[in-house]
């Protein structure tokens, strides 16, 4: 079965500076997309950046992108010149190319913003 | 443009009483629906999904069911609430196959068993 990690239950940046969080996930498949999304305070769930497995260019998305290492199972994301709105939990998924039914989440990564 | 509504947004029932979460959605038509349980430091647990009126897969055994009586609307149900059966779920839709493949979700319904 599919597992997403994200090893860091915390983080924090100063506003304006960059952050990066973690995430890796395990699968045997070749063809899969990978998804960041965003839950704030208000607690209502936005994607973020998606990336499709096939695609070796990492996705962009203004100040988000990711570091997407296929053989290393990995999808980090970056977040560049960070808002005071960027505070958030973080939820990396796995979807199972465009014809599976379940996103796997992992356990979240809250993120802090300090002015 | 699409968007999707849950309601209750907060609700607090005793143990053994009844639950009914509602979900729709608006500017599309036979979307793929879902029901997400959130676990503090535990991510997103997929309770139910469905493809289409009356078609409902479950996902984990448990207590709650799902029904999908019209093509944009689905609902979260129990007979009998258990303590275990707090927390926060999300409703998202997700467009048929061929799609971009995003799970768009609901501003979640937070539910609180005594």
């Known amino acids: 079965a599919q597992t997403v990690t994200q090893s860091q239950p915390e983080m924090s940046v100063q506003e304006a500076e960059t952050v990066t969080l973690s995430c890796t996930y395990d699968?045997?498949?070749?063809?899969?997309?990978l998804f960041w999304y965003k839950q704030p305070p208000s607690r209502q769930m936005i994607l973020v950046i998606r990336?499709?497995?096939?695609?070796?260019q990492n996705a962009t998305e203004n100040r988000f992108s990711v570091n997407f290492q296929k053989a290393a199972k990995s999808f980090s994301l970056k977040i560049s010149d960070s808002q005071l709105g960027d505070a958030a939990m973080y939820f990396c998924?796995?979807?199972?190319?465009?014809?599976?039914?379940?996103?796997?989440f992992g356990p979240g990564t809250r993120l802090s913003v300090l002015p | 443009s699409q968007t999707i509504h849950q309601w209750p947004a907060t609700l607090v029932q005793p143990v053994g009483s009844p639950l009914s979460l509602e979900c729709t959605v608006e500017?599309?038509?036979?979307?793929?629906l879902y029901w997400y349980r959130q676990a503090a430091g535990r991510g997103l647990q997929l309770l139910f999904y469905?493809?289409?009126?009356?078609?409902i897969s479950s996902e984990v055994p448990q207590n709650l069911s799902a029904s999908r009586p019209q093509d944009r609307q689905f609902i979260l149900s129990s007979k009998k609430l258990l303590l275990s059966d707090s927390g926060f779920y999300l409703c998202?839709?997700?467009?048929?196959?061929?799609?971009?493949?995003?799970?768009?979700f609901g501003e979640g319904s937070r539910l609180t068993v005594l």
């Open positions: 500017g599309t038509s036979n979307p793929n």
């Open positions: 469905s493809v289409g009126i009356g078609q």
């Open positions: 990336q499709e497995a096939y695609k070796q």
């Open positions: 998924a796995y979807r199972r190319n465009n014809y599976g039914q379940n996103f796997v």
């Open positions: 699968t045997s498949e070749s063809d899969y997309y």
């Open positions: 998202a839709w997700l467009q048929g196959e061929g799609n971009t493949g995003e799970l768009f």
